[in-house]
């Protein structure tokens, strides 16, 4: 199938263990694969002029993009307290609701498939002053009070994943109709072709293809965001093992209604380029 390729070029990417990262076979297959020439389609204004007389491109940080969902990636705060919770890294006095419940009562609490409510059904059923008929609306209510202050959290830290991406994006033909639309100033501007072969070992190497959440892929068949859980995970179980490339892969999944764009992308992560 025509995106066999891409998904060979994603598991080289993917591990979640940096130390099997292959990422010289991943540019190999990729260089076999890209276009002999990208384009970039532009407005007639100082910026662009600039750029061609300097032969230059602009590459922006995602967080300023006007698909909102660019380069976002998921995070399950769920799935990452079960781990911590385990692992008793989280600020809880374990010691104190071990002397409530009891530390057995405690272990199988943090084995379940839901700690944290069960730590809290198990005080809360210990404590006389509570009404047990009101415990299930109690644990809801504290169950949504913690996603919500976790979620906070994990957003501001991917909101500076992403913003550390700086991102120029290219289309491997300059025949879209709507590409002229968008991005040339509605047919007014023009359109930039770079040849691939001619860019130096540097863009060559992080110039990358969007891989879209949809049949014009098949190997990836996804409509869900790019997850960043199973990494966050792995660095909790060794950090120095963690695969710190996965930004890499977060901006290149985009929704399926871009597909017309047929993106190439040439990205920057980690804050290498400010």
């Known amino acids: 199938m025509a995106g066999d390729w891409v998904q060979d070029f994603v598991d080289c990417f993917s591990p979640t263990d940096g130390r099997r990262l292959k990422i010289e076979p991943a540019l190999l297959i990729k260089?076999?694969?890209q276009p002999k020439a990208v384009f970039k389609f532009r407005a007639v204004n100082r910026c662009s002029l600039a750029n061609l007389a300097n032969d230059t491109v602009w590459?922006?940080?995602?967080?300023?993009y006007n698909d909102p969902f660019d380069c976002v990636a998921a995070l399950s705060p769920a799935d990452l307290m079960k781990v911590s919770l385990r692992d008793r890294n989280v600020p809880i006095p374990f010691e104190d609701i071990a002397a409530l419940i009891g530390s057995e009562a405690l272990d199988?609490?943090?084995?379940?498939?839901?700690?944290?409510?069960?730590?809290a059904r198990r005080v809360l059923a210990n404590d006389p002053k509570v009404d047990q008929s009101r415990i299930p609306a109690m644990l809801d209510e504290l169950e949504i009070a913690f996603m919500h202050v976790s979620q906070s959290h994990f957003d501001q830290m991917l909101s500076a994943i992403r913003g550390s991406l700086k991102v120029c994006s290219f289309c491997a033909t300059k025949e879209p109709?709507?590409?002229?639309s968008h991005y040339a100033d509605e047919h007014r501007g023009f359109c930039l072709k770079y040849r691939v072969a001619n860019l130096d070992n540097m863009s060559r190497r992080m110039l990358f293809p969007v891989i879209y959440?949809?049949?014009?892929?098949?190997v990836i068949y996804r409509e869900e965001m790019f997850d960043a859980t199973p990494y966050y995970l792995a660095a909790k179980e060794d950090l120095t093992s963690f695969n710190n490339l996965h930004p890499m892969l977060q901006a290149l999944y985009k929704a399926p209604e871009w597909a017309y764009e047929q993106e190439w992308r040439l990205v920057f992560s980690g804050g290498i380029i400010e």
């Not at 109709?177 to 002229?180: A, E, S």
């Not at 959440?213 to 098949?218: D, I, M």
């Open 31 to 33: 260089h076999a694969n």
């Open 59 to 64: 590459l922006n940080s995602p967080s300023a």
């Open 108 to 119: 199988a609490a943090i084995l379940s498939e839901n700690p944290f409510r069960e730590i």
């Open 177 to 180: 109709i709507l590409m002229w």
């Open 213 to 218: 959440r949809s049949n014009a892929f098949p």
